[in-house]
């Protein structure tokens, strides 16, 4: 059985994960359970038109949705904080407050700066102009935020964390996008997208229709 017809991708466990196979939220938290080896029962869902199963657990019908024996939990970040802290390794958060407090920041930007403009782009209700426009935003930002990916080998660390894993599944739908970033363009963008693309975790982390997505760089 494939992973979209309700597989497992690690260790069986009585875990449920609700995604979408399109989706770069629901993209982020599989990247977690495969960095991990979480056994989950995968089950595919669609964003645009929600089971009964997922409107009867969650309320407000959004994917993903993370079920663990009676708990339920929505939001994407949420799930992927739970995954971190029950099953600690490998940890992809810091240990210390201070750090941890940085690393949720960061998170947050990656939605608030990125996230929100592949949901633009993507959207169907979206104009084409807005597409355009949210194309532009979207590579002139990745673009100014180059140094940052020449410094570390991960995002502001040497370590894979939460803040990539969000960074990972927005990258990976640049050529979805039609947004092109060359290497003369960015050298330290494109080889840390190798770096993301070229983990284990993330290659099994793919649906068939991620596998099927045009190049990125």
């Known amino acids: 059985m494939s992973k979209d017809d309700g597989d497992s991708i690690g260790k069986r466990m009585s875990m449920t994960l609700y995604a979408d196979p399109l989706d770069h939220y629901s993209h ?15 089950v595919t869902d669609s964003l645009s ?7 009867e ?46 690393n949720r920041q960061w998170v947050y930007r990656v939605r608030r700066d990125w996230a929100q403009l592949v949901d633009l782009i993507l959207a169907p209700s979206s104009s084409d102009a807005e597409k355009e426009h949210g194309r532009a935003r979207l590579r002139d930002s990745l673009l100014s935020a180059a140094p940052i990916f020449n410094e570390k080998a991960y995002f502001m660390s040497d370590e894979f964390s939460l803040v990539d894993c969000c960074i990972a599944s927005i990258l990976w739908r640049l050529g979805l996008m039609e947004i092109k970033i060359t290497k003369a363009q960015s050298a330290p963008l494109v080889a840390y997208a190798k770096r993301l693309f070229e983990r284990p975790s993330f290659l099994r982390s793919l649906s068939r229709d991620e596998e099927s997505f045009p190049p990125a760089f």
Do not use: C, N, W
């Open 49 to 55: 038109k929600p089971s009964a199963k997922v409107l």
């Open 57 to 102: 657990l969650s309320p407000y019908g959004e994917l993903p949705l993370f079920a663990d024996r009676d708990l339920v939990i929505y939001q994407p970040i949420i799930i992927m904080e739970y995954l971190d802290e029950r099953f600690p390794h490998p940890p992809l958060m810091p240990v210390y407050p201070t750090l941890r407090a940085l």
């Open 28 to 42: 982020a938290v599989r990247i977690v359970v495969a960095e991990k080896d979480i056994g989950v029962d995968l």
